[in-house]
């Protein structure tokens, strides 16, 4: 089993930046894509930004290109995400997810998901 656990979430002005981490626990040894999505209040779930863990391949939302960046730390089995220019439509909860097999897109089934943090922002 795999626990992810997220933080860094909170609230910020339009504009702003914030860093969410999230740490993965157990037989991360399995984990070959990790990433970030949201939720926000009304709407569909959808994804953020994966990365395999080879660190070689990323996958954006078209709404956060240019702005978020999903990084790791793999000697501390951490996946970060750089939310710069930040938006009042960014306001979610901000979830970490990762799966065994390489990611395949922002679409791909996660095998493993966290708690989740939320993110504010206003305008």
């Known amino acids: 089993q795999v626990q992810l656990v997220e933080s860094g979430g909170g609230s910020v002005q339009a504009g702003g930046s914030l860093r969410l981490s999230c740490a993965a626990f157990g037989y991360t040894y399995n984990i070959n894509c990790m990433g970030w999505f949201r939720q926000a209040p009304g709407k569909e779930r959808e994804g953020v930004g994966v990365i395999n863990t080879d660190g070689y391949s990323t996958d954006y939302a078209d709404s956060v290109k240019g702005r978020f960046t999903i990084s790791q730390d793999r000697a501390k089995d951490t996946v970060y995400l750089e939310m710069n220019s930040l938006k009042p439509e960014d306001t979610a909860m901000y979830y970490c997810?990762?799966?065994?097999?390489?990611?395949?897109?922002?679409?791909?089934?996660?095998?493993?998901w966290g708690k989740g943090v939320l993110v504010t922002i206003s305008s």
């Open positions: 997810a990762a799966r065994t097999s390489w990611c395949g897109g922002l679409w791909s089934p996660m095998h493993y």
